[in-house]
């Protein structure tokens, strides 16, 4: 998906754009890249392949490279990042963690306007960043063309532009991603990120988030409002259930208080009897675990081990093959944790279920007697269309999907059909439960209900983006029904 962090501050701030953006290191996997305003007055620019390494490891040298009082950082999923642009608005750097669905019908509208080209990313894609800054360019101010830019795309962006030693921070139009402001109150920095977790150990304090479709200025001693945040709100609900740090608020909801009451949600709800332990699929999968295991009265144990020391949650091949293996060799099992054991397991989701199956078969060869997993989140029964959650995902690498068609023997995409597989409790949902419970080779499962994830995190259904698991886009003019 991607991270970001800008810093502004009265001395030089290197080190906190350098820890500030390694600290979103953890929501992208493909380029890392840093900009600054230096002090002789132009950009420096640093932009690094962190596919298979850190980012820290990568980026360190620009701790005695950059000087400045000004910079942006970001992790991307795929495109290089930051751009620097010069524009009849000035010169910037901008980064942006964006998906743009309507990219190519966007470049045409473009060429069709006297547009010359585009610079391409690999296999011949366009780098959403740069169609970000080339619609900001044909408003009058940064301003207008960020709003411009938010009306024109599908899908969503949240932007921080560097010019003359301040920042502009946006958030996206209906909130998907999250923007928050700290403040640092001893020299009047200022500093915009995804994950309210970067502050604490920089000094600086959170401020606010920003609404949706807000944009801001800051320098220092100096926030200014330059565009009032819209009426929809829809944050994704994955930030609780699996992107965000744990020590990251979102709209002032602590992630790992939300995953306790989602992990305490599910255990009440269930019959904790026949199990032995509880364990969390690591990372994301541990608090919910916690959250459950605390609930139930089943002692918390672990299975399963993260390799940690060379495996970064961030890493994460585009190939399925290499995927699985990845998977399999950062887990490893504790035999004498397993063996004779009824073992219950929390994962975020179960988007493929691939690595699941793999995992419980690992399990039942080492002497488990008993499998049994349970979803923090509802099954993924739509791919996401606002974010880069993962670029491969088409409606049949979901399992919830494949059972689905599966059962009816047919593509499935009306929403009757579909709203029948997506409410707990009808003949329908528990036989798609049933078919991924096979495949995957489990005791039993069982996913969280969409009411309890909502009501775990806390926040109102009608603020929360909910869309993969019921098909309900309410910034599209209200949830009637189900799309594909
Ligand atoms: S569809 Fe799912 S992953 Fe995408 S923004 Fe909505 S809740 Fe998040």
């Known amino acids: 998906m991607g991270g970001f962090f800008g810093v502004v501050?009265?001395?030089?701030c290197v080190s906190e754009l350098f820890y500030g953006t390694d600290y979103h290191s953890h929501l992208g996997t493909r380029r890392g890249g840093l900009a600054m305003c230096s002090r002789d007055g132009y950009i420096i620019r640093r932009i690094h392949d962190i596919t298979n390494a850190q980012f820290r490891s990568k980026f360190d040298g620009v701790l005695n490279e950059f000087n400045g009082n000004c910079g942006i950082g970001v992790i991307s999923d795929f495109e290089d990042q930051p751009l620097l642009v010069s524009s009849r608005l000035g010169n910037y750097a901008i980064v942006t963690v964006?998906?743009?669905?309507?990219?190519?019908?966007?470049?045409?509208?473009?060429?069709?306007?006297?547009?010359?080209?585009?610079?391409?990313m690999s296999h011949g894609e366009l780098n959403p960043t740069e169609m970000i800054a080339s619609l900001i360019n044909r408003k009058e101010t940064i301003a207008e063309g960020i709003g411009f830019a938010m009306d024109s795309i599908q899908g969503s962006c949240s932007i921080l532009i560097m010019m003359d030693n301040k920042i502009i921070a946006a958030r996206d139009k209906f909130g998907r991603t999250?923007?928050?402001?700290?403040?640092?109150?001893?020299?009047?920095?200022?500093?915009?990120?995804?994950?309210?977790?970067?502050?604490?150990?920089?000094?600086?304090?959170?401020l606010r988030d920003l609404?949706?479709?807000?944009?801001?200025?800051?320098?220092?001693?100096?926030?200014?409002?330059?565009?009032?945040?819209?009426?929809?709100?829809?944050?994704c609900s994955f930030f609780w259930v699996y992107f965000g740090y744990p020590s990251s608020n979102f709209?002032?909801?602590?992630?790992?208080?939300?995953?306790?009451?989602?992990?305490?949600?599910?255990?009440?709800?269930?019959?904790?009897?026949?199990?032995?332990?509880?364990?969390?699929?690591?990372?994301?999968?541990?608090?919910?675990a916690i959250g459950y295991a605390n609930a139930s009265g089943k002692p918390y144990q672990r299975a399963l081990v993260k390799y940690t020391p060379t495996w970064p949650r961030s890493f994460m091949p585009q190939s399925q093959a290499a995927r699985v293996l990845v998977a399999k060799m950062?887990?490893?099992?504790?035999?004498?944790?397993?063996?004779?054991?009824?073992?219950?397991?929390?994962?975020?989701?179960?988007v493929r279920g691939t690595q699941f199956k793999d995992i419980t078969r690992r399990?039942?060869?080492?002497?488990?007697?008993a499998v049994h997993l349970r979803s923090a989140s509802p099954p993924i029964m739509f791919p996401c269309k606002f974010l880069n959650f993962s670029r491969s995902r088409s409606v049949l690498d979901l399992a919830a999907r494949r059972a689905v068609e599966t059962l009816e023997g047919r593509k499935v995409d009306d929403a009757e059909t579909l709203r029948e597989y997506t409410t707990p409790g009808t003949a329908q949902y528990n036989a798609m439960v049933e078919v991924v419970r096979?495949?995957?080779?489990?005791?039993?499962?069982?996913?969280?209900?969409?009411?309890?994830?909502?009501g775990a995190i806390g926040l109102p259904r009608e603020k929360i983006c909910t869309f993969c698991y019921d098909g309900c886009d309410r910034a599209c003019g209200g949830c009637r029904e189900p799309v594909r």
């Open 9 to 12: 501050s009265s001395s030089d």
């Open 98 to 120: 964006s998906k743009i669905t309507n990219i190519e019908e966007l470049a045409r509208e473009s060429f069709r306007g006297g547009c010359s080209h585009f610079s391409e």
């Open 178 to 206: 999250p923007v928050s402001i700290g403040k640092r109150d001893t020299d009047g920095a200022f500093a915009a990120a995804m994950e309210t977790s970067a502050f604490p150990n920089l000094d600086f304090t959170f």
């Open 211 to 235: 609404g949706p479709g807000e944009v801001v200025e800051f320098s220092v001693n100096h926030l200014v409002r330059l565009r009032e945040p819209g009426p929809i709100n829809q944050i």
């Open 251 to 288: 709209e002032g909801i602590n992630t790992e208080c939300a995953r306790y009451r989602n992990g305490a949600g599910i255990a009440r709800n269930d019959d904790c009897s026949e199990i032995d332990s509880v364990g969390g699929i690591p990372d994301s999968g541990v608090a919910h």
């Open 330 to 350: 950062k887990l490893i099992p504790i035999e004498d944790q397993i063996r004779g054991k009824r073992l219950l397991f929390l994962d975020d989701s179960v």
């Open 363 to 369: 399990l039942y060869e080492r002497g488990a007697k």
């Open 438 to 454: 096979k495949e995957l080779g489990l005791t039993s499962l069982k996913y969280q209900t969409l009411d309890d994830l909502v």
